[in-house]
């Protein structure tokens, strides 16, 4: 298969996926951090065995996108998001978002051309704000992610295994059952991005606020997180977010972790499926 880029304003390579029927709705999927489009495969094949045209992309500087040094921050991760979508004439499109990608996507949709989205997901999602600030104070404190920098620069190698074998997945409590398989996935896809770019978006992901995105958007919003989210505690996230969306659902699942669409599917597909269709 042919490797597909689209060339960016910046001269950035952005590197995505295009599945389906092009007169199909789309189905528009964001990545977390550090990983890549490949992040979503069950979710793709899931949907176009649906009849959607499915669509991935790697954020810039992660996967097979140019390893950019400049541009990575939230506002030029939606632009890139906007010059896809125009560059595909993406309409009547749903927005699905895992982590960062959920920032990334009510960054976007908040600042969408009228006719391009139809509904919004958000997964596990970093909004309003992952960083404890005076708004709010249940949020994570700067020393959580100063560790992730640390841990990074030192051996970025060995974090991208400590993280899915433990919090990501949930693999760290006991009875868990661990997967080895999404755990070199993860490392696969997080070693394939470039380690500047990576190394920004901690930032990105960690201070960037979102309260005025999501105040801003006025059509369906579905959040799901998991309970046991070790990465994302879900109080200080999506219990909060939907409080600032107008149109906003929160669904979430006792015991799951921050990767739950991975570790449990079917589940999130089928919530995912009667969202997009209801």
């Not at 009228?114 to 704000?129: C, D, E, M, S, T």
């Not at 879900?234 to 929160?250: C, E, F, M, W, Y």
Request: hydrophobic share 40%; charged share 20%; glycine share 10%.
């Amino acid at each position: 298969m042919a490797m597909t880029y689209l060339t960016l304003s910046d001269d950035t390579r952005l590197f995505y996926k295009d599945w389906g029927p092009k007169d199909a709705q789309p189905i528009v999927f964001h990545h977390g951090w550090p990983l890549s489009a490949d992040d979503w495969d069950n979710q793709m094949l899931f949907f176009l065995d649906k009849g959607f045209r499915v669509i991935a992309h790697d954020r810039r500087g992660h996967g097979r996108s140019d390893q950019t040094d400049t541009g990575n921050d939230m506002d030029t991760y939606a632009a890139d998001v906007a010059e896809l979508a125009e560059a595909l004439d993406l309409k009547n499109a749903i927005h699905i978002g895992h982590s960062t990608g959920g920032g990334e996507v009510i960054r976007y949709v908040a600042r969408s051309r009228p006719g391009r989205v139809a509904k919004a997901v958000l997964i596990g999602a970093v909004p309003p704000i992952m960083l404890a600030t005076a708004a709010y104070p249940g949020g994570l404190p700067m020393a959580v992610f100063d560790g992730f920098r640390d841990a990074f620069k030192q051996n970025r190698a060995q974090f991208f295994l400590d993280v899915p074998s433990g919090p990501f997945y949930g693999f760290n409590r006991e009875g868990a059952e661990v997967s080895e398989g999404l755990i070199r996935n993860w490392w696969r896809q997080g070693m394939a991005g470039g380690a500047k770019a990576q190394y920004d978006c901690i930032t990105a992901f960690s201070e960037t606020d979102f309260t005025e995105d999501l105040k801003a958007v006025s059509l369906p919003v579905l959040l799901l997180h998991g309970e046991d989210d070790q990465v994302v505690p879900i109080d200080a996230s999506a219990r909060q977010a939907v409080k600032l969306l107008s149109n906003g659902t929160l669904k979430t699942y006792p015991g799951l972790s921050h990767g739950l669409f991975a570790t449990h599917p079917d589940v999130v597909n089928a919530d995912l499926l009667a969202f997009i269709q209801g």
